[in-house]
């Protein structure tokens, strides 16, 4: 067999792109791997598409919600999905569908907080996931990710520091040498071992920034065989997880509940996972979003029940948020959907989270109070919701360092 980067590639089992195996997005090899510095686990789950926050939690409160949705697209009242705690006196529904997160919030392990995100103003999915995956508010020449910054303040050793679970690499880890992305744990390997695994080793032995990455790579694949249990033929067992949880399987949510589950093996598996992130997508809905959104709601909230009880052992190290780039425009279209809007929301769920309330402040749903006449404005710039899990949780001092230009951090109080 000729050894060249394809045949590398294809040797790496799971990993399908140099960009996905660690290291290689980076500008100079770290040969440390990062460790938990104090043993907490930090998951980044993104929504990509523009989640419709107004139907996702619903300000029921707001006479302008009901005037301006059509029946169909928004939350219809029903007193078993208020949230306690709702912000300035307004009242909350969670959507119908999302009855498995409205347990962990009444359990007092989630928080919302509404009308936040993004504040500058796009309309742009790229563009909005791009900035806050760099941890910023506008285009700059910082070509790096805020995880990034986040493991350059930090110095210790583990094996799997980081990880994006996945298909590819999120632009919050670009230029991350500790990074590794798997999409699935049974396949994470070396087809064709021994014989392939002894030749990359010897093609990987010099000290070049390639032979670095081939050598770790080789390394990260190792510890996880050497670690996830295996049938008598070699196979890896099939997960089982705690408390006879079950993820959900359907078509249109299986590949964010695999990726959940794969987290949870890798996390239980003592691999030092500090920091991961997964990403659920599909949320653009300019067209019949009254079929499609309540599946994905259903998805979401299923899956992340599944994970986090599935994870009762770790929830006292464990963060998990979930944001998306953007809302929705507060008013229907014609096509059955919601265009691209301003204001979104964020759930936060944790052993240490002060669950069971709504944080932030309700701008209101007048045409005066929306921004541009158009959309919830936003009242808490995502990178405060960040920040707050990184020095309370993480224990960062760096926050100058983690999100260039952000001076504005005033702790929200849900930790």
Request: proline share 4%; hydrophobic share 35%.
């Amino acid at each position: 067999m000729i050894i060249n980067r394809r045949n590398f590639l294809k040797g790496l089992g799971s990993t399908f792109a140099l960009s996905a195996i660690p290291g290689v997005n980076s500008y100079a090899y770290n040969p440390f791997c990062l460790n938990n510095p104090n043993k907490e686990i930090f998951v980044f789950v993104f929504l990509r598409g523009g989640c419709d926050a107004l139907n996702l939690v619903a300000p029921m409160g707001d006479r302008f919600y009901a005037d301006s949705r059509t029946a169909a697209l928004r939350v219809p009242e029903n007193p078993n999905f208020i949230l306690d705690n709702g912000l300035d006196g307004y009242d909350f529904n969670i959507h119908p569908k999302a009855q498995a997160l409205k347990e962990i919030y009444d359990s007092g392990d989630m928080a919302i907080v509404h009308a936040s995100g993004l504040n500058n103003g796009t309309r742009s999915h790229f563009e909005a996931m791009d900035l806050i995956e760099r941890g910023l508010i506008k285009k700059e020449g910082n070509a790096k990710g805020w995880m990034t910054r986040y493991f350059e303040t930090l110095k210790s050793t583990s094996i799997l520091p980081a990880v994006a679970v996945g298909n590819g690499l999120p632009s919050s880890f670009l230029g991350c040498p500790e990074v590794t992305s798997i999409d699935s744990v049974k396949d994470f390997k070396v087809l064709g071992e021994p014989y392939m695994k002894q030749i990359l080793s010897d093609f990987y032995k010099g000290d070049t920034l390639l032979h670095n990455v081939g050598h770790k790579t080789l390394k990260t694949i190792d510890s996880i065989q050497n670690r996830v249990s295996k049938k008598h033929n070699g196979n890896v067992e099939d997960y089982h997880p705690e408390h006879n949880v079950k993820y959900p399987d359907e078509w249109y949510i299986n590949g964010f509940s695999r990726s959940l589950q794969n987290l949870a093996r890798l996390i239980k598996m003592d691999l030092g996972v500090h920091i991961a992130t997964v990403e659920f997508d599909d949320w653009d809905h300019h067209e019949r979003q009254e079929y499609r959104f309540p599946q994905r709601i259903e998805g979401l909230s299923n899956s992340l029940a599944a994970f986090y009880n599935d994870m009762s052992n770790f929830h006292n190290r464990m963060t998990i948020v979930v944001m998306s780039e953007f809302g929705r425009r507060l008013k229907s279209n014609r096509s059955g959907g919601t265009d691209h809007g301003h204001g979104g929301l964020s759930f936060i769920l944790g052993g240490k989270v002060k669950g069971g309330r709504m944080y932030g402040e309700w701008p209101g749903l007048a045409t005066h109070q929306l921004d541009n006449g158009v959309d919830l404005a936003v009242t808490t710039d995502y990178r405060n919701i960040l920040s707050e899990i990184l020095s309370k949780q993480l224990r960062s001092d760096k926050l100058d360092f983690i999100f260039p230009g952000f001076v504005e951090y005033e702790p929200i109080g849900f930790l």
